[in-house]
């Protein structure tokens, strides 16, 4: 049972369109969050609802996630919010474990997952605090910039967490920390290229998705 009230919605996906829930009312989960439960961590429940780069991060994976991801192997989506990146890697067949946070964000996740493949995994982790070894071929987030604090953790994230050989795709609507995560990410060993350039938001938000892997030597 999903925790709050939901509606569904739907996202194209090539020919066809892709159903998926999120919560009715967003600004309500907002509301219900205490002072004390901010004050801990000053994290917001962004995750109920879609921001511009997983719009973008979703069309790039709908269009190119054979030839993209890894064939084989596993995939992980940092901060997996409500699931549909997650769901359009299942759709094609694609090994992916969605990660979040929030508890309320992993129960999304797997709803929407389950709507289009029968393997939902869904794991509720801090990504400062890893709990995986090095296994991933294939690390997929967006949105996760929204702040200078997560520049770091997210790159760490990526050292520790792909194997070798594993690439990453991160997706963001060129905020302000942007170009430091560009900045960071070359002086923490990796090399990256724009893999895919959208407008959405009725053409108002640019969106950069960015391939990394680590350099050579």
């Known amino acids: 049972m ?4 939901y509606v569904a919605f739907s996202m194209p996906c090539g020919s066809e369109n892709m159903e998926f829930v999120r919560p009715a009312d967003p600004e309500s989960i907002l509301d219900s969050m205490s002072d004390e ?14 921001w511009p780069a997983s719009f973008a991060l979703f069309d790039f994976l709908a269009a190119h996630s054979v030839a993209a991801v890894p064939s084989q192997g596993l995939v992980c989506e940092l901060g997996s919010g409500l699931g549909l990146v997650s769901a359009v890697l299942a759709r094609n067949n694609i090994r992916c474990i969605a990660t ?6 992993c ?16 794991a509720c982790i801090d990504w400062r605090h890893l709990c995986f070894r090095p296994v991933f071929n294939c ?5 996760v910039i929204y702040e200078q604090r997560w520049v770091d953790p997210v790159l760490l994230f990526l050292r520790d ?5 594993g690439i990453a795709y991160v997706a963001d609507p060129c905020r302000q920390w942007w170009d430091l995560f560009k900045k960071s990410a070359s002086a923490a060993g990796f090399a990256f290229a ?8 009725d053409g108002k938000t640019r969106v950069e998705i960015l391939k990394l892997w680590r350099k050579r030597g």
């Not at 690390?139 to 949105?143: F, I, L, P």
């Open 2 to 5: 999903l925790p709050v009230p």
């Open 37 to 50: 439960e901010y004050e801990k961590d000053k994290l917001l429940p962004y995750w109920a609802e879609q």
């Open 100 to 105: 979040d946070i929030s508890f309320d964000a």
């Open 107 to 122: 129960r999304f996740s797997r709803h929407n997952i389950l709507l289009h493949g029968p393997g939902a995994r869904v």
């Open 139 to 143: 690390v997929v987030a967006s949105d």
């Open 161 to 165: 967490a792909l194997a070798s050989g």
């Open 194 to 201: 724009l893999a895919w350039e959208e407008f959405v938001n």
